[in-house]
């Protein structure tokens, strides 16, 4: 199969937007096969579990006929699928959601894991993926984003694809998990022998065990789903409890400093972690939004006499990804934080 189809499906199942899509080129497009292709490989309900909202199957597949009939040269040599045809009718006969109600509502995205250096031509069905139910525009609460899959988880995902003996049989514990991406792909693709997914809101905890099920992983007992508020103190908890079972190796977490009252919080749990498991390496992945929250997360590690170092992962630009698409306008920086002796 084309590399250029496949890319354009794996963009379209993480919903991508239209407008960066990597459209197939014309010479493509206007082949009857390769219509047949899109249309199972996209649309067809009876061929895909997960399929996208029917907003955002509108907003692709319109474009998408239009460039098949800019591609045709000869009407009567080619011609449009009915397939593709009778599903855009559909779409636009069916009663669908307002913008304003779309955004809200929840969504499959699916990621597809391949390593950042990886180009093979994967099977469709045989690649490497996570499916995550997302409310994609929806923050509950002042401090709350877990509905959500933001850009730093899935560039600390790129690197651990790309540095997968990190992971492999080790026991890895999540703060602030989300939607539990992160914590999927450990247990998922990276054979970690043991994975803890925490957050600090019930009813995202609720959705992450959720999307635990969607992968495959909801009855496994390697991997555990648990509310967890960052500053509390942790022994003579459920934590030094499972630690006895499942001693923590790694922490990986994303996205968690962007509310700056929460630094010393976490830092917090960082410590009682340490003081468990004084071994620990912890891995955190933030968009660099706020200079000042990422220094002060520096400096409270520093007064905690932590050890940070940068770790040297760049994100590739857009047009340059392969899987795991994420915008890269915004620094994307990973720490790598242990506590020395």
Partial sequence: ????????????????????????????????????????????????????????????????????????????????????????SSLIASEMPSELTAVQQRSYVTFSCLPPTQNSEYI??????ITILERRNLISGSTTTGYRTWEAALHLGSYLLSNPSLIKDKNIFEPGAGTGFLSILCAKHLEAKHVTATDGDESVVEALRENLFLNGLDDDSRVNASVLRWGRGLRDTWVEEELEDWPYDIVVGADVTFDKTMISSLVGTLRFLFDL?????????????????????????????FEVKDVDFQAPPMREQKALFYATAVPLKILSITRPG
Avoid at 7 to 12: A, D, V
Avoid at 15 to 30: N, R, V, Y
Avoid at 34 to 44: D, M, S
Avoid at 124 to 129: A, M, Q, R, S
């Fill in 277 to 305: 498991r004084p071994s620990l390496q912890v891995l955190l992945s933030h968009a660099v939004r706020n200079a000042d929250t990422f220094d002060l997360l520096k400096a409270v590690c520093a007064r905690n006499q």
């Fill in 1 to 88: 199969m084309d590399p250029q189809l496949l890319l354009f499906r794996r963009q379209y199942f993480q919903l991508f937007e239209p407008d960066f899509l990597t459209w197939p080129p014309k010479q493509l497009l206007k082949d009857p096969h390769i219509q047949e292709w899109l249309y199972n490989r996209l649309f067809n309900a009876d061929e895909n579990v997960y399929l996208p909202p029917s907003r955002y199957q509108w907003r692709v597949l319109k474009p998408l006929v239009t460039r098949i009939e800019q591609a045709i040269e000869d009407p009567d040599e080619d011609e449009i699928s009915d397939q593709l045809m009778t599903h855009l």
């Fill in 124 to 129: 469709p069905d045989k690649e490497p993926t």
